[in-house]
């Protein structure tokens, strides 16, 4: 990336204030990157932005509570700083964050998809319109765009809403390749059966790992989560499906108006469970009643924390 | 736990349509029930008793009783498994009675429902843990919101009784709606002669701090401890030296400011003193019409006081005052007749309310007692009262009856006839409701005595005809129309809720009616209790009423504040909320939604945590289901008792 | 006790202990015959109902849901009932997305003094849940069990 060096003379400068740096580096093979700690000067040359720079590093940051720490968000995850900072889980004067103009990134469901059981990747090139992955067998070349997380194919945050340092230039509001929601419109005009049916299908293969929650920047319970907790009680601990859709909808319940759609939770699940669209599905109708969106203001007051004494977009229901 | 089951009849009550037997041997089978009976009347000594000897002879850790709804016998059967050394909270109630027997008659679904409710209630009960009240001090001093007759009487009886009063007023001067009347019914005494001394006695009592012309800003606490920030808006006079000579109002210059006192007959001085008997008997400038105020220029008052308090640069002053009950009498408005097109909504002069017609009549009023039409100052020979204006009319939404007006015409009429021997008064009127002690004989005076001609009828139209009015109305008794040239017309208009009764209600979180009227706690066994601990009514802020029983209620609000205040500590209501320390993560949500500010931030290790002030805590559990760790649970009603009640609903 | 078949279904109620509580007793108190799905369980406050609660007993086997509260402006706690409209609205709307019909889950505002109101609204959401019939229940631990009856059943 153009700024990558930018961005990383910005942190070398504030580094010394700082006792990490949370950014990405390169994994176990050139087709991911993982979260990398920035501790020292020499950790950061491995720092690497790209569009494999799935991570929403946010989810961090109420672990490092006390600390000072640097974080380099995308527009999405900038969000989720955000919303941390409104429900006063993070301290501002701790976080120093870095910017960036994000073009997008990859969803890696999609690429498994189209390599098909390719064995290890060797190379991975991606220019601004293409990935070519050269595996054992063959080089692939796909589409960027096609490639590209269906929340970055409906951004409209590309760059950092909050940061301390932004380095390259902000794209503004860009062209979102899909509409918002497109998916769910389509998901909810299938009959009463099919949806019911579809959810336990889905979430039969929930082997309730919690790694939707592990990723989640606003799962904050931490060693508390209802999931597993007995006081209060909600879920048993017994492999049904039922208590799996259930902690799908406390989950989705306990983000709404909070929830910024990074889709964290849907990234890191192992067996590839659309949890994301229950959280969209709450987004949409906190957005259409409230005009509220989540993770813009850090001042905001979220819709199910007040309330008018007439609410304007509520009709109940005549008897 | 050991739990014991009682199903009762009520009598044929529940035993009717409900196999009571069967509900107690359904629940012999239900997890931890080790005993399960059905008995006759549960609630009553036998029945009670039976509990006691169950509770002793199986060891039993909780009671369900199944039978009326909890909302009646709660408190009862709590004292009685107390009585066997349980705690009261290890008891639960299943309502078979309002929420089954009463509803239906099919035997079979009532039996199977009063078995799930009884699960239900089991379940919830194995959840329930001992819960103990906190003592806690009181404050022995009182607020009296309201400083009309109800209010005085109430203030007189709590001072009498040895408590520290606060009395607050709205107007610059107490005395409230009576205070402008002339004379009562149905004894036809001077009302200021009666009602002025207590006044006084108010005024002068050690007891008793009187707060005039000033607002209740905010209320925060809980009963026993509440704290009231009072606003007293801006007399532009120093009270505390200001003798009420009543210089100022002499010399002052603009004489065109509306007057209150007077409803408006006739017009007073900028600075004034809204009557000769008022307490406190102190002057206040109306800065609408003060021309120093508006324009910079006059000054007479300031000149001329002799004892120099004038201060045109006064601000509205805030105290705060510290009590331990509420008593809330803030009396009752007129409805705004001019609403009615038929009455002329307010174009004509000489069709006034009944409470201006008040004013005229009193000696000490701005006519000097002469009844004179406002139009050309003339005596009036035929004076037309129309009743029920506001009152008992669904098409102005105001269906009640206000209750009085019917006495008051009666009075007036009378009254007209002793001022002006050669009048002639009618009435038009609906029913005349006239149940009180010597009413009735009252009103049939007015008609035998006095000659005040009863039509029994509406008035459809009011229209000026040369100086005078012509009154055109039905007569249903004579089946015929009815024409009346009135030289006045007075409009018996009804009560409604004060004007700023609402808001008031929301800052002493009461409930009131879709009127405005401020709710009782029960409207037969409350009746000047609210459901808020610690606040009571008085007089007819909780509905219309007349001179006598607002003065009863006056006297037993006092008497209930008398009652509370017996105690030197309370016992707060272990139902409170209770954070978990390991699960709160300190977001302040909970902080965020607690209508009554009871959830602070405290510092723990080094971490934000919520904790809850539990004489605050009022238990409705707002902040239990905005917490999303669960770490906040409202005592009795946890997600784990209510989930359990769910699951034992539905079970797949 | 099961679901008597073919007669009932499962609603179960969440009253808030100061209004619509008092006003089912009410309805009791007037003798105003109701349906006999209902069961209700009693909160303090319309404001203490998560609505997670809801699709726990829907997830349960619950038929209908009904909440009811006090009319709004006259909460017991003041300010209850706003946080509960806001929270059971979105849950309503929510609801389909899983495959229960939001009809099946309704909030109302019944004051103590409604035993009238409270006939009426028992006996019509006891109306709407019977025309829709039973929700769907979650039979076994896996989806196949389910799925397998929703099919023949189809």
Redo the contacts between chains.
């Keep these: 990336m153009k700024f990558q060096e930018e961005l990383k003379d910005s942190i070398r400068k504030a580094l010394p204030d700082l006792d990490v740096v949370l950014g990405w580096c390169g994994s176990f093979d050139p087709l991911h990157a993982t979260p990398h700690f920035i501790r020292r000067e020499e950790d950061i040359d491995k720092l690497e932005i790209s569009p494999l720079s799935v991570h929403n590093l946010a989810t961090y940051l109420p672990g490092l509570r006390g600390k000072k720490v640097g974080i380099v968000v995308k527009g999405c995850d900038s969000r989720s700083v955000v919303e941390l900072l409104q429900e006063n889980l993070i301290n501002r004067e701790d976080i120093t964050i870095f910017g960036f103009p994000c073009t997008g990134v990859v969803d890696q469901a999609k690429i498994k998809k189209a390599l098909g059981h390719a064995g290890n990747v060797r190379t991975c090139d991606i220019s601004d319109s293409a990935i070519v992955i050269q595996t054992e067998d063959k080089a692939h070349s796909l589409t960027l765009t096609q490639m590209l997380a269906d929340k970055c194919r409906t951004c409209r945050y590309p760059d950092a809403i909050i940061s301390d340092y932004f380095v390259g230039d902000k794209i503004g509001e860009p062209a979102p390749l899909e509409t918002d929601y497109a998916a769910l419109e389509a998901f909810e005009s299938l009959s009463v059966p099919e949806r019911f049916g579809y959810w336990l299908k889905e979430l039969d293969r929930c082997i309730r790992c919690y790694a939707c929650r592990s990723a989640c920047p606003l799962c904050v319970c931490r060693d508390h989560c209802a999931a597993e907790s007995r006081d209060p009680h909600w879920l048993s601990q017994e492999n049904n499906v039922r208590d799996k859709v259930m902690f799908q909808v406390i989950h989705a319940y306990h983000m709404a108006g909070r929830c910024t759609e990074c889709g964290e939770c849907q990234r890191a699940c192992p067996v590839d469970i659309p949890v994301l669209m229950l959280k969209q599905k709450m987004n949409r109708e906190i957005r259409d009643i409230f005009q509220y969106e989540a993770g813009v203001d850090p001042e905001a007051t979220p819709p199910l924390l007040s309330f008018n004494m007439e609410e304007e977009n509520i009709t109940e229901k005549e008897w | 736990m050991k739990i014991g089951v009682f199903v009762c009849h009520c009598g044929s009550n529940i035993e009717a349509t409900v196999d009571t037997a069967a509900v107690a041997a359904a629940s012999r089978e239900f997890p931890d029930v080790v005993f399960a009976t059905d008995t006759m009347y549960t609630c009553s000594e036998p029945g009670q008793d039976e509990i006691v000897a169950a509770i002793k002879e199986h060891n039993l850790g909780g009671v369900v009783v199944a039978s009326c709804t909890p909302r009646m016998h709660e408190q009862t059967f709590r004292r009685t498994v107390e009585r066997a050394g349980l705690n009261r909270y290890l008891f639960e109630m299943a309502n078979i009675r309002e929420h089954v027997s009463w509803i239906g008659k099919d035997r079979e679904s009532n039996t199977n429902k009063s078995v799930d409710l009884v699960r239900m209630a089991t379940e919830k009960l194995m959840r329930n843990r001992p819960l103990y009240s906190k003592k806690f001090d009181i404050n022995k001093r009182v607020l009296v919101i309201g400083g009309g007759v109800a209010g005085i009487q109430a203030a007189l009886d709590c001072a009498d009784g040895g408590l520290e009063v606060v009395m607050v007023e709205k107007a610059p001067t107490i005395g409230g709606k009576m205070a402008k009347l002339d004379k009562t019914f149905p004894t036809v005494d001077c009302s200021s002669c009666i009602l002025g001394p207590r006044m006084v006695d108010v005024a002068q009592h050690p007891n008793i701090t009187l707060y005039a012309y000033s607002e209740i800003e905010e209320i925060n606490g809980y009963v026993g401890n509440f704290e009231i920030k009072v606003k007293k808006k801006a007399t532009y006079v120093d009270w505390d030296s200001c003798t009420g000579c009543g210089i100022c109002m002499e010399k002052c210059p603009s004489k065109k400011a509306t007057d209150t006192f007077n409803e408006g007959i006739g017009k007073t001085t900028a600075i004034n003193i809204p009557f000769p008997q008022a307490i406190p008997k102190k002057a206040k400038i109306d800065p609408d019409f003060c021309t120093k105020i508006q324009k910079g220029k006059c000054g007479v008052c300031a000149k001329l006081c002799p004892s120099g308090c004038i201060n045109y640069e006064m601000q509205d002053e805030f105290v705060t005052e510290k009590v331990g009950a509420i008593v809330t009498a803030t009396g009752f408005d007129l409805f705004d007749w001019s609403i009615y097109g038929e009455y002329g909504a307010g174009r004509y002069p000489d069709v006034i309310t009944s409470l201006q017609y008040e004013r005229m009549l009193s000696a000490s009023g701005p006519t000097g007692g002469h009844i004179k039409r406002p139009s050309d100052g003339k005596e009036p020979k035929n004076v037309v009262f129309i009743q029920c204006v506001g009152s008992r009319d669904k098409s102005v939404g105001r269906p009640y009856c206000s209750g009085f007006c019917c006495m008051y015409t009666a009075k007036q009429a009378i009254l007209t006839k002793d001022h002006l021997p050669d009048s002639q008064s009618y009435v038009f009127y609906m029913d005349i409701r006239a149940i009180g002690k010597l009413y009735d004989e009252f009103t049939r005076r007015a008609m035998e005595e006095y000659d005040t001609k009863y039509i029994r009828g509406r008035v459809s139209m009011i229209y000026p005809q040369g100086d005078r009015l012509l009154v055109r109305g039905a007569d249903t008794l004579m089946g015929a129309q009815v024409e009346v040239d009135a030289d006045l017309v007075v409009l018996a208009v009804g009560a409604e809720a004060a004007a700023g009764a609402g808001e008031l209600a929301e800052k002493l979180r009461i409930s009131y009616d879709s009127y405005g009227f401020y709710m009782e706690g029960h409207p037969k066994l409350k009746p000047v209790e609210t459901n808020t601990a610690g606040v009571y009514l008085a007089g007819a802020c909780q509905g219309p009423k007349d001179i006598p029983s607002s003065v009863g209620q006056g006297s037993a609000a006092a008497a209930k504040v008398l009652g509370l205040f017996s105690k030197d500590q309370l016992e707060s209501d272990p139902q409170v909320s209770v954070v978990d320390i390991k699960r709160c993560i300190g977001c302040g949500k909970c902080i965020q939604t607690c209508p009554f500010g009871a959830i602070k931030e405290m510092e723990f290790r080094g971490m934000a945590k919520a904790d809850v002030i539990e004489t605050i805590c009022q238990g409705c559990g707002i902040c239990t289901s905005t917490c999303p760790q669960g770490a906040v649970q409202l005592q009795h009603f946890t997600d784990n008792q209510i989930l359990s009640e769910v699951n034992a609903l539905c079970r797949f | 006790?099961p679901v008597?078949k073919g007669?009932?279904l499962?609603i179960?109620g969440f009253l808030c202990?100061?209004c619509s509580?008092?006003g089912?007793?009410t309805?009791?108190?007037g003798?105003?015959?109701?349906?006999?799905d209902l069961?209700?369980?009693?909160?303090?406050?319309s404001?203490?109902?998560?609505?997670?609660?809801v699709?726990?007993?829907?997830?349960?086997?619950?038929d209908g849901v009904l909440v009811s509260g006090?009319h709004?402006?006259?909460c017991?706690?003041?300010?209850?009932n706003?946080?509960a409209?806001?929270?059971l609205?979105?849950?309503q709307?929510?609801l389909?997305?899983?495959?229960?019909?939001a009809e099946r889950f309704?909030?109302?505002?019944v004051s103590a003094s409604e035993g009238q109101?409270w006939?009426?609204?028992v006996a019509?959401f006891t109306d709407q849940i019977h025309k829709l019939g039973p929700a769907?229940?979650?039979?076994?631990?896996?989806?196949?069990d389910?799925?397998n009856q929703?099919a023949a059943a189809?």
């Excluded at chain 3, 017991?76 to 209850?80: I, R």
């Excluded at chain 3, 769907?136 to 196949?144: L, S």
């Design positions: 006790m008597l007669k009932e499962r179960v202990n100061w509580y008092g089912a007793d309805a009791g108190v003798r105003f015959n109701q349906p006999t069961r209700i369980i009693r909160v303090p406050c404001g203490r109902i998560d609505p997670l609660f699709v726990k007993a829907l997830m349960n086997g619950a006090c709004p402006r006259d017991h706690y003041a300010e209850g706003f946080y409209r806001r929270r609205e979105i849950m709307r929510f389909p997305v899983l495959g229960y019909e309704e909030y109302t505002w109101r006939q009426q609204v019509s769907p229940k979650i039979i076994g631990p896996q989806a196949a389910t799925l929703m189809l």
